[in-house]
């Protein structure tokens, strides 16, 4: 998507409100250049989108650590590191956010599954786990099960 010159007004305001310590605003600010602005991402906006989820992240946002974690996993605007996404995405997974939860144990599994973690074989019980509680999810959320 191509920038528009109220796009570049909206980020200004959102450095603005990053700068007062705004946790929405560097939510929203990471989330504009991550996904609809990829192609403006340079070294130093790529680092600031880091830190606005980190800081986010320590505040307890869990969506943070699930965008920190895509972004480690994909290599996007940063070195790709699977050790680090995949400690992003386990946080994920305790996010009171059901859509957070779920993307973050699928995630997880692809993970597992890709071979992702030297160790899967040894993390068994912890992708079962992760597979009953994914079709938990989904089962409740259609209705296909009573809570």
């Known amino acids: 998507m191509k920038m528009t010159k109220k ?5 200004k305001v959102l450095e603005r409100r990053i700068a007062g310590g705004e946790l929405e605003a560097m939510m929203e600010y990471a989330q504009r250049y991550q ?3 990829p192609e403006e991402v340079t070294p ?15 505040a307890g946002n869990l969506t943070a650590a699930l965008n920190l974690g ?19 995405y386990e ?3 305790e996010s009171d956010d059901k859509g957070t939860q779920l993307r973050a144990w699928t995630n997880l599994g692809y993970c597992y599954y890709y071979g992702r973690d030297p ?9 079962q786990k992760m597979l009953g509680e994914s079709k938990r ?8 099960r009573e809570q």
């Open 7 to 11: 796009d570049r007004y909206r980020l």
């Open 91 to 93: 946080q994920a997974t």
């Open 44 to 58: 130093a906006i790529a680092q600031k989108i880091v830190t606005c989820y980190e800081t986010c992240l320590k």
């Open 70 to 88: 895509a972004m480690y996993y994909g290599g996007e605007f940063i070195p790709r590191d699977f050790k680090k996404a995949m400690k992003y």
């Open 137 to 144: 999810m989904v089962e409740s959320d259609l209705g296909l």
């Open 119 to 127: 160790f899967a074989a040894s993390l068994l019980p912890k992708i």
């Open 35 to 37: 996904c609809r602005y």
